[in-house]
Nanobody, 121 residues
Framework: QVQLVESGGGLVQPGGSLRLSCVAS????????MGWYRQAPGKQRELVAT???????NYADSVKGRFTISRDNVKNTVYLEMNSLKPEDTAVYYC???????????????WGRGTQVTVSS
């Protein structure tokens, strides 16, 4: 059993900052790439940022220069530092991790349940 649990969402004014965290727990042998996705009302889920196990990062153009993804491999945790937030950043943010539960199992993707981020004055 694997769980990904996000935290850190909330209501923030435009120009403000938030830091999201996502902890992976349960039976985990190894974690590959981890990432953050978001889904706004009436829109499809979209990639925000990803980070490999070697800490190579990738960002959506809309968040480059404002958001920073990082991870702590000891704590099985991925973070998303969000600065200069805009109303269009409002969405449910989901954590994703590609991981193996045992040495002999296939790697598969797991998702958290999401955390709401609302940017509004």
């Amino acid at each position: 059993q694997v769980q990904l649990v996000e935290s850190g969402g909330g209501l923030v004014q435009p120009g403000g900052s938030l830091r999201l965290s996502c902890v992976a727990s349960g039976t985990i042998f190894s974690i590959g790439a981890m990432g953050w996705y978001r889904q706004a009302p009436g829109k499809q889920r979209e990639l925000v940022a990803t980070i490999t196990s070697g800490s190579n990062t990738n960002y959506a153009d809309s968040v480059k220069g404002r958001f920073t993804i990082s991870r702590d491999n000891v704590k099985n945790t991925v973070y998303l530092e969000m600065n200069s937030l805009k109303p269009e950043d409002t969405a449910v943010y989901y954590c994703n991790a590609d991981l193996r539960q045992t040495a002999s199992s296939y790697r598969r993707a797991y998702w958290g349940r999401g955390t709401q981020v609302t940017v509004s004055s």
